[in-house]
């Protein structure tokens, strides 16, 4: 029987359980508890997390991206096309679908990656991962 989700069209919902699809390493600076950044050395960490670790959805995000100018006028002028395509005459309709036509690559391109979501995740050992992008994680 074939699996139902394909790779990285999985819908996130919270409460769901989740497990990572790949190791990740986070690094960065940090600073002990109580004292100002500024009046402590800078102390490197870094904690690696491997794939398969399990966690809880706490909050899904979804961010939609900017149209752009072609996005916009692509969107436009199909609109046109469509309520009045049929009244206009043959030479302007044929001019208004070669415009439609010459967009059709921006708006597949955009409806590709119209949509960005971000979860918020509590995984299991503790360690909360927010604002990680949909596809680091599979179901459990």
């Known amino acids: 029987m074939a699996d139902e989700e394909d790779e990285g069209s999985m819908t996130l919902n919270v409460g769901q ?5 790949a190791d990740l390493r986070l690094a960065g600076s940090v600073t002990p508890v109580g004292e100002l950044p500024e009046e402590t050395g800078t102390f490197a960490a870094s904690v690696a997390l ?14 939609h991206r900017q149209q752009s100018h072609e996005v916009r006028e692509y969107l436009r002028l199909k609109s046109l096309l469509g309520d ?5 005459p043959p ?23 119209m949509l960005r979501v ?13 604002d990680v992008p949909e596809e680091a994680f599979a179901s459990a």
């Open 84 to 88: 009045f395509g049929h009244q206009m």
């Open 17 to 21: 359980r989740v497990r990572l699809a």
């Open 91 to 113: 030479a302007s309709r044929r001019q208004l679908e070669a415009q439609v036509g010459a967009l059709e690559e921006q708006w597949a391109a955009y409806q590709r990656r």
């Open 50 to 63: 491997a794939a398969g670790i399990e966690g809880t959805i706490e909050r899904v995000d979804e961010h």
């Open 118 to 130: 971000t979860v918020r995740v509590r995984l299991d050992n503790g360690f909360v991962l927010d």
